[in-house]
């Protein structure tokens, strides 16, 4: 990995190491693969495959992080921010936490796919969703709404301390916000009134 671009002779033999049985040598092999930058291309489509059907969490979660190089990139990026948007709903919070850490890092392109979550969400906006739009400091009107819900008394202690954490995204621009967590400094869970 720390060889960047210099590793790309091994690139298919890294690609082949992430789909062995190995869970541990198949992680380092698409942190590998993640670190040689643009030049990876012709390993995108294994990187996504894995991402999208890989049953593996940490697997998924290694090819996530591996694939946010390729999201400003203009002929592999759309798709790849739509896999990326789509592991923000994974069953696993690791592959949700790397594709977050993946689409924060791609930055503005990715927010058009993450609109779309927004517009077709029925109810509930998956939270990872939220999360990257407030690190983007991204629709403040449409997401200051639903963070301001989530931290509410009577949502879980965690998901209170995350979405007022997120909200002091918002709050230096944002000056409506101060009272509110002002009154979540007063939370009985010390964790959230911390956040």
């Not at 040598?25 to 489509?45: E, S, Y």
């Not at 593996?56 to 790849?80: C, I, M, N, V, Y």
């Not at 995204?169 to 101060?178: D, L, S």
Request: hydrophobic residues 45%; aromatic residues 4%.
């Amino acid at each position: 990995k720390s060889m960047g671009p210099a590793a790309l002779p091994a690139l298919q033999k890294l690609l082949d190491s992430a789909v062995e049985d190995n869970d541990e040598i198949a992680c380092m092999a698409l942190d590998a693969v993640g670190g040689m930058g643009l030049g990876a291309a012709d390993g995108v489509g294994d990187l996504r495959a894995i991402l999208s059907g890989d049953p593996r969490g940490p697997r998924r979660s290694h090819a996530a992080l591996a694939l946010s190089q390729f999201g400003r990139d203009p002929e592999r990026g759309p798709k790849t921010i739509q896999l990326l948007s789509l592991a923000l709903m994974d069953p696993e919070e690791e592959v949700c936490r790397s594709a977050h850490t993946a689409l924060t890092s791609i930055g503005e392109p990715a927010l058009p796919a993450l609109r779309e979550i927004i517009k077709i969400s029925e109810g509930e906006v998956p939270f990872w969703v939220l999360r990257v739009m407030a690190r983007l400091k991204a629709d403040p009107e449409a997401v200051i709404p639903r963070l301001m819900q989530a931290a509410l008394p009577g949502k879980l202690p965690l998901e209170r301390a995350n979405a007022a954490e997120l909200l002091g995204f918002y709050a230096p621009e944002r000056k409506e916000m101060i009272p509110f967590l002002v009154r979540t400094l007063a939370d009985r869970v010390d964790y959230v009134a911390r956040a």
